[in-house]
């Protein structure tokens, strides 16, 4: 193999794929929270413009992939292929952009893991040599998802305390072969792992279990120990699935707890901002990498982070048919390296 | 570039992945079908002793993936990574099936697509040296799908005459570095086109200008002739679709009648079925290539055939909000050549 595979779940890339450019676009509540200098831009109205929060979420794609090329240089016609998802059933919102995009288009579904599995995908495209230009990315609208996955919002309803808030927001990453940018070394791809948790109202403990075993599976393969890594972030665990993440790891001998956040934890003040557990959604790790840890990677206050972005694996049907909530987790290492 | 990128759309393999072995399980109806002889397991009962569709098509998924591995001579244990999705709401029947089987997971969502969006990346993975053992699998079930996407089946409504009927049934593909069977030797991956259909009851002219833009890039990059083809096959585009792809292709130069067929055309006889303008669904393409195509290149009756999923990118939201139908179509290359 040229390419060397660690155990059984990580690749490590022999030419690391670089992270030429970013975009983060959010919506005002994300910019009114402690990582707003951050973000590319902040929209004013969820609608964005648009006659419906669906087309509103799918124009935050199309906008954070254009704004990615844009300032990674390029025209749309350099990519080679654009690899994405969201959490709208039949993922419109990302179909709908990659029609006004036209680009060559891979659909991926992995709830709010879909972040990290685009980003592995497109490194394995780079890596294998199929291209030299692709673009990663993910999106999620709190009120396409409330009323989707929850209730409509005219309804009102009261939430539980371990709920957690869908991020508005969409996040890009443009991929390349060559340039100057962090570098993405390693990737561990997850296994659906199901503990049982049935309230949907606490995905962060669905989550949770997924998110441990594939970093336990990460440190492994790799020999990586926690602290190797200046940060390791999940994608949106929430207060309390965070916790349980540390716990579960703690019992399988790893202390990670002071190299580790959540980036659902991160992008709400949940006290000012009443966002209960945290931050949700597939645009929630897309948003506070793109725009938040790629700043902190880029000034070096950040040299090598392992991005676990965290997808819980249910629908509104197998949940009201007694299902419990599989959840994976992939995990995607970056770090700043010196450039080919 | 070690992988010959051929036109801005396709890949030509170096070290083409070989199809070890497939698996096809489909519904009493499919078993009553022109092709039933070629399926690996007719199912009596649609809920397949499960409680509910839903969890009977996730037990086609595990039941179709079981069977591939086991006829490879393989275990669960020695396959690196699965690809695939389905129709339902946040893929569900493919991510509990994902769960049982422990293999590390890649969902992906092409609607009807998927079963070539799956070939395409796992063979990537393949040809890129990331895995020796992957395996791509789709499903979709006609019960599931009528309440999903229509109406409860209890309604009893009337089908219009370009309506199609949703095959219920799953393929798995067991693809591998080394090994004997026919080989995947090209793909082009598709953008997403939309046309302005806005008609969920004629999914065909929906995505037959996807089907026919993906396969004229096709000939293009690769310089093929439709000839040098002994089938070129679409996913679900039923009888009016297929005729809308043949004469979009004459119109570009492309004589593509004689070696044209399409899955959804070849399942079901229509007729004495009464499944008007054909088969369709993940499932439809996937059970197509698994049973039936999948022998005809092992007794040499065919040596070398595109097949074309096609995939319509829409919700049912989408649909209530006046949206379009953008499709997609991806082609992949299965021939029967020299094994390394």
Redesign the interface.
């Known amino acids: 193999?040229?390419?060397k595979?660690m155990g059984?779940?990580t690749?490590k890339f022999k030419n690391p794929p670089i992270i030429l450019s970013t975009a983060s676009i959010v919506g005002a509540k994300e910019g009114e929270g402690p990582l707003a200098k951050y973000f590319d831009k902040i929209i004013e109205d969820d609608l964005y413009g648009e006659?419906?929060w669906?087309?509103a979420e799918s124009k935050l794609v199309e906008d954070a992939v254009r704004l990615a090329v844009t300032r990674g240089e390029l025209q749309l016609a350099d990519i080679?292929?654009m690899l994405g998802?969201d959490?709208?059933?039949?993922?419109?919102a990302t179909?709908?952009a990659?029609?006004k995009l036209?680009?060559?288009?891979?659909?991926?579904?992995?709830?709010c893991s879909t972040m990290t599995?685009s980003l592995?995908?497109a490194s394995?495209?780079i890596?294998?040599?199929?291209?030299n230009k692709v673009i990663a990315t993910t999106s999620s609208h709190f009120a396409t998802a409330e009323r989707?996955f929850r209730f409509p919002l005219e309804h009102g309803n009261q939430r539980a305390p371990t709920a957690q808030w869908t991020v508005t927001g969409a996040g890009a990453v443009l991929l390349s072969s060559t340039g100057e940018g962090p570098v993405i070394t390693h990737i561990t791809?997850?296994?659906?792992?199901?503990f049982g948790v049935v309230d949907a109202n606490n995905m962060g403990a669905a989550m949770a279990p997924a998110a441990a075993d594939t970093i336990a599976t990460h440190l492994k393969d790799t020999g990586f120990k926690p602290n190797d890594y200046d940060l390791i972030i999940t994608g949106d665990l929430g207060k309390y699935g965070k916790e349980i993440a540390i716990d579960l790891l703690r019992k399988e001998g790893h202390k990670v707890k002071n190299v580790f956040s959540d980036c659902g934890n991160e992008i709400f003040d949940h006290e000012k901002q009443d966002t209960h557990a945290g931050g949700s959604g597939c645009g929630c790790s897309a948003v506070v990498f793109c725009g938040y840890l790629i700043d902190q990677l880029k000034n070096k206050k950040l040299n090598k982070i392992l991005l676990v972005s965290t997808g819980a694996?249910?629908?509104?049907?197998?949940s009201q048919?007694g299902?419990s909530i599989?959840s994976?987790a992939h995990a995607v290492t970056i770090e700043n390296v010196s450039i080919k």
Chains 1, 2 share one sequence.
Do not use: C, H, W
């Open positions: 193999m040229r390419t595979k059984n779940q690749i006659e419906s669906e087309k080679e292929y998802g959490l709208l059933n039949q993922l419109i179909s709908f990659a029609s036209q680009i060559p288009f891979f659909g991926l579904y992995g709830a599995e592995s995908l394995i495209i890596d294998g040599e199929f291209a989707q791809t997850g296994k659906v792992i199901d694996l249910f629908s509104p049907t197998s048919q299902g599989p994976i």
